[in-house]
């Protein structure tokens, strides 16, 4: 049974949710976690034996290794995403700039780019910001995050009253949007999409 206790506990459960969230389609062994977030092998191991208790993680050996991956159906699995990708690149980079941006009423990453995972089709977005944009922090920010991620990041800046009234006419572009996974960075999801 999950419970919030699970996850308010230690700095090394905190790097290894982001470890393991960072890149939730891959699978590490203890030395490689222990590489990737700097700890001790002695703490990585006992965090490891918490969360698997807790079934936050899986593991499965293969040859001589212990392979660990997030449980994707833990409970929290979903809030977790979205809580790694908003304190780690593009997501802490535009909450964190906000102000430099201009007048943002709205900021959202789509869920496949919270989830590392590739767009559908080269129309999806992986960015929407709306308000009032000042183009060039945001295209630093951008070209930032690619050069992190080594892929192109497809975003749509928009104006409040572009996306009001594309909204109000049930645009395709917008409808998609809201029928995908998201992870809000800046304003309420309801206001948004209400």
Do not use: C, W
Request: glycine fraction near 6%; avoid cysteine.
């Amino acid at each position: 049974m999950a419970k919030l206790q699970d996850l308010l506990v230690s700095r090394v459960r905190a790097k290894l949710i982001k470890t393991f969230l960072g890149q939730p389609q891959e699978i590490f062994y203890v030395r490689q976690l222990v590489r990737l977030t700097g700890e001790e092998i002695n703490a990585v191991r006992r965090e490891l034996k918490r969360m698997e208790d807790r079934g936050m993680v899986k593991k499965e050996p293969r040859g001589n290794r212990l392979y660990y991956h997030f449980n994707k159906s833990y409970a929290y699995y979903q809030d977790l995403i979205s809580l790694v990708a908003k304190t780690t690149g593009l997501g802490v980079a535009i909450i964190k700039h906000k102000n430099k941006l201009g007048n943002v009423k709205f900021a959202l990453l789509s869920g496949r780019y919270a989830r590392h995972m590739p767009r559908k089709s080269a129309e999806d977005i992986d960015l929407l910001i709306v308000g009032t944009i000042d183009p060039a922090p945001l295209t630093r920010l951008i070209r930032q995050a690619e050069s992190e991620r080594e892929k192109e990041i497809n975003y749509a800046p928009m104006t409040f009253e572009e996306f009001k009234f594309r909204k109000s006419r049930r645009d395709p572009f917008l409808s998609t949007i809201f029928a995908g996974g998201r992870v809000m960075l800046v304003g309420d999801e309801e206001e948004m999409v209400g």
